[in-house]
């Protein structure tokens, strides 16, 4: 029941490509972002879908799975845990930040054409 504690799976599609680095260390991050909808009928029996969007950072291997399949519009499976960082912004103003720490990536519809 640990692996429970703190996991995170979402289906939806990529905003952009995947914006890749590589640390002074070499290893790869990938960072981008994913859109879930979800509907529903409001009181007046219209449907309403909205749209959440989500954060999600990618290390190592499936950083580079990420770099080499994943494109605007891509339909991905993903499962990770919510990580949870703040900064101080160049005014001194505290940010916060939540984002996913993407474990495990599958993408689901056939690759967009570039």
Not at 10 to 16: A, K, V
Not at 45 to 56: A, S
Not at 85 to 96: E, H, I, L, V
């Amino acid at each position: 029941m640990y692996a429970l504690k703190n996991k995170v799976q979402l289906i939806g599609n990529l905003g952009n490509a995947p914006e890749v680095k590589t640390t002074e260390s070499g290893k790869k991050l990938a960072r981008f972002s994913v859109a879930t909808n979800e509907s529903y009928r409001n009181a007046n029996g219209e449907k309403v879908t909205e749209t959440t969007w989500h954060n999600l950072v990618a290390w190592g291997k499936v950083a580079e799975i990420a770099e080499k399949y994943l494109s605007k519009g891509s339909e991905v499976a993903i499962e990770g845990k919510l990580i949870n960082r703040n900064y101080s912004d160049k005014d001194g103003n505290k940010k916060y930040i939540t984002e996913v720490q993407v474990n495990e990536l599958l993408l689901l519809g056939a690759k967009a054409s570039a």
